[in-house]
């Protein structure tokens, strides 16, 4: 059983920038693809971004494209979401996942789940 936190969420005004960390248990960390999901209130969730178990391939939403950059540090069982240029709309709970099997953006194909962190941007 991998159980998956997340921290870092936060108010903030438009323009502002967060780091959001997930942190895994587990020893086997770097066996597994990390993705950023988000639902909004009244919206279902939706992919962010992922990255593969190496760190070498990353792949975004177009809304974040340029704006968020997903990493890892399998040393610390750590996956990080850092969004720079924050939106109003990017407000929602965003939620990091864990997947056995190669990317995907397709949130039904991912194994683990974390609690989920609150992110409000304000205009």
């Known amino acids: 059983q991998v159980q998956l936190v997340e921290s870092g969420g936060g108010l903030l005004q438009a323009g502002g920038s967060l780091r959001l960390s997930c942190a895994a248990s587990?020893?086997?960390?770097?066996?597994?693809?990390m993705g950023w999901f988000r639902q909004a209130p009244g919206k279902e969730r939706e992919f962010v971004a992922y990255?593969?178990?190496?760190?070498?391939?990353?792949y975004y939403a177009d809304s974040v494209k340029g704006r968020f950059t997903i990493s890892r540090d399998n040393a610390k069982n750590t996956v990080y979401l850092q969004m720079n240029s924050l939106k109003p709309e990017d407000t929602a709970i965003y939620y990091c996942?864990?997947?056995?099997?190669?990317?995907?953006?397709?949130?039904?194909?991912?194994?683990?789940w974390g609690q989920g962190t609150q992110v409000t941007v304000s205009s």
């Open positions: 587990g020893r086997t960390f770097s066996r597994y693809t």
């Open positions: 990255i593969s178990m190496s760190g070498g391939n990353t």
């Open positions: 996942a864990l997947r056995r099997l190669v990317v995907t953006t397709l949130a039904r194909e991912y194994d683990y």
